[in-house]
């Protein structure tokens, strides 16, 4: 690339990111690391939105904490930034609700698997209407790298500084063992596959999981002498397998190991508020209105 | 002030009528005719009935009642209902409470309207699931982090556990903050005659949106009355909010200046409109020598050491405290220096009562009549307790 196309691109940048009129700009800077997954994740959801066509006025995301739990606040949509884990029962809520609203939790693995864990499964159990995107970074990175139910066997955190020794959750298999109606895994490096599947996840009736492999460069990398944000997606380019349909007992992921991505569940199911329709409608005939289905 | 319109509840939601029913039957009625529609909760004795009756009424009233996985989810699906536009509550006792007291704090920062009835129990920990006390009092104040105020009611009887149901309701929608309704087993458990108004009867406060444009709305730009006006979800205000000390955007700011100025906020909402808000009954208080303070169960117990003791001559006055929280601070300084001393009935070893001995500030006595729960007093020990203060 010579030097004026450089310059070219920059004055481009600087005029307005493609993605402007569903991010918040009065918040940009954001407070990212550079070489951090999540704002791949928030392009690809973004891109996902346009792609689809569909009512920005009608699409919430909602937050736990941690780096990720910081997406809903630049998001230009209805946005609500929790507390720690608790972003789902508050989607559960919100969604509930607002049946015809597309409810998208966004948050890290540290906040929906660990103290948000059990939230996640019973949520799943209800095929309550909402998705679920998991940026796992394998590691607590707001609070300085500290030990996840995602971090690799031997991997090392700030606390596990001599390697974690202990199983991982896997999230593909939590989630559809779970109930979910969707599951799909990708890497920040898979940005039109990842798109893909939000776009696909956000046209799900049910609770839909995406989890998004993500590069954690600052903390997880750094500890662990995985080198830069390149290495670490060569390293995905490298060692990522697609494989749809794989069966999620078998996509662990191991430290520096293989990494299965791709479509692993996609089926119909009736959703919570449809089974609880159907339900009351059998106990109470016509004398029962169905909920959710009058215009606002 | 701010004028605050009214509507009338919706017939289809009330069960007009006379009733005999217990405290936590006439509760779920109160929120249900209060035009609550979703409700998140978890079992936990004695508060159970609450979420039974809603159980068995919602799907009747368009409503949505959901048992959450546990008492973090049921607070956190409330506040996420309630800024769907949805009025919303939750019922707890005792261990619930401590673990409902995180996502309370999230209400408080977001300014959601919802209700949290809390019929309480013996403690500390699991203590006497099925007996009561009047201990979470404190907890209730003060259970979440950081500085804030709160509202708390306290009924007496199964026929004001759904008057100050709804009351509650229209206090979290006037002020914007998740209202607790502090009942206890007794009232809980007690059956009484409770008769339902007319729908026509029910005034209730709308939740207050904004008359703005999306283009000129900001969600934490408040009224006159300290209180802002929410928006509505879906309607492309794309408004943001966080539990983080936040701006009149909604933005995180994490510094000093934005911290005093949001914090200060939240507590002088309630502390500017406290004599609104503040609702105390007051008996006999002109020329009393003592006088008595109560609240809840305790309010009924202490009748009969009142009587024993006018009868004997003692001149007794009774404030009864419908609202604990915000505290009668003013009135309960006024008072101290018109009378000898005031006893404090409660069934705990000392919690309001540090109010109370606060605003004497000296100026008269102050005597506890602790009770550690699991029954309610002994009226002898009111008696005695008055006996001892008009020494």
């Known amino acids: ?296 | 002030m701010t004028k605050i319109k009214t509507v009338k509840a919706d017939p289809r939601d009330v069960l007009t009528g006379e009733h005999y029913l217990d405290g936590n039957h006439a509760s779920a009625e109160g929120g249900i005719a209060a035009g609550c529609k979703f409700f998140g909760g978890y079992p936990i004795t004695p508060s159970t009935e609450i979420a039974e009756r809603i159980s068995q009424r919602f799907p009747k009233v368009g409503g949505i009642f959901i048992q959450m996985e546990d008492e973090m989810a049921s607070m956190n699906a409330i506040l996420g209902a309630s800024w769907g536009g949805v009025k919303s509550m939750t019922c707890t006792s005792g261990p619930g409470f401590s673990l409902m007291m995180e996502n309370f704090g999230l209400g408080i920062m977001l300014e959601t309207p919802c209700v949290l009835v809390n019929v309480q129990r013996g403690g500390p920990s699991t203590g006497l699931p099925t007996l009561p006390g009047q201990a979470d009092m404190m907890q209730a104040r003060w259970g979440s982090h950081g500085d804030y105020e709160v509202i708390a009611l306290c009924p007496d009887s199964p026929q004001e556990s759904f008057e100050l149901t709804i009351h509650a309701f229209n206090l979290s929608e006037r002020y914007r903050i998740p209202v607790f309704v502090m009942t206890d087993e007794c009232v809980g458990h007690m059956t009484e005659k409770v008769v339902i108004p007319g729908a026509e009867e029910i005034d209730l406060v709308p939740r207050r949106y904004t008359d703005k444009s999306p283009e000129e709305y900001w969600p934490y730009i408040p009224e006159k009355d300290l209180v802002p006006l929410m928006p509505p979800v879906g309607k492309g205000y794309k408004f943001h909010i966080t539990g983080l000390t936040h701006d009149y955007r909604g933005y995180p700011v994490i510094n000093a200046e934005v911290q005093e100025k949001c914090v200060r906020r939240l507590m002088d909402k309630i502390i500017k409109n406290a004599k609104d808000i503040i609702w105390i009954e007051e008996k006999d208080i002109e020329g009393a020598e003592v006088v008595l303070l109560s609240y809840g169960i305790t309010s009924r117990v202490v009748q009969p050491a009142i009587e024993k003791a006018k009868k004997e001559g003692i001149k007794v006055g009774q404030i009864r405290l419908v609202t604990v929280w915000p505290f009668p601070e003013e009135r309960v300084r006024e008072l101290a220096s018109k009378i000898g001393a005031y006893v404090m009935v409660e069934m705990n070893y000392g919690q309001v009562y540090y109010e109370v001995e606060r605003c004497a500030a000296g100026k008269c006595k102050t005597v506890l009549v602790p009770h550690a729960g699991g029954t309610v007093h002994n009226p002898e020990d009111v008696y005695v307790a008055i006996k001892e203060a008009v020494k």
């Open chain 1, 1 to 296: 690339m010579s030097t004026v196309e450089i310059v070219e691109v920059r004055g481009k940048v600087e005029k307005e990111h493609p993605m402007e009129k569903l991010l918040r700009m009065d918040r940009i800077p954001h407070i990212w690391c550079p070489t951090c997954g999540i704002g791949t994740a928030v392009k690809a959801f973004a891109t996902a939105l346009e792609q689809l066509e569909i009512d920005y006025n009608n699409v919430a995301v909602v937050s736990g904490i941690g780096c990720t739990g910081r997406v809903a606040g630049y998001m230009k949509l209805d946005s609500f930034h929790t507390t720690h884990g608790r972003a789902v029962p508050f989607a559960v809520g919100l969604a509930i609700a607002k049946p015809k609203m597309k409810v998208v939790v966004f948050s890290g693995d540290g906040d929906l698997i660990s103290i948000g864990g059990n939230h996640f499964i019973h949520t799943a159990r209800r095929n309550v209407d909402i998705t679920v995107i998991c940026v796992n970074n394998f590691i607590y990175a707001m609070t300085g790298g500290q030990v996840a139910p995602t971090t690799p066997i031997l991997a090392n955190s700030s606390t596990t500084p001599y390697g974690t020794f202990e199983y991982p959750f896997n999230l593909p298999l939590l989630a559809a063992s779970s109930g979910a109606v969707y599951v799909a895994r990708w890497t920040a490096l898979h940005v039109r596959r990842l798109t893909n599947a939000f776009a696909e996840a956000l046209q799900k009736r049910g609770f839909s999981f995406v989890e998004v492999i993500a590069p954690c460069s600052t903390l997880y990398a750094r500890r662990n002498k995985l080198g830069d944000g390149l290495n670490l997606m060569k390293f995905y380019h490298d060692n990522s397998i697609i494989k749809h349909g794989a069966d999620p007992r078998e996509v662990d992921i191991g430290f520096q190991e293989k990494i299965v991505v791709g479509k692993f569940v996609d089926i119909e199911k009736p959703t919570y508020l449809d089974c609880l329709n159907d339900g009351y409608k059998r106990v109470f005939g016509d004398a029962y209105k169905v909920y959710g289905e009058e215009d606002e």
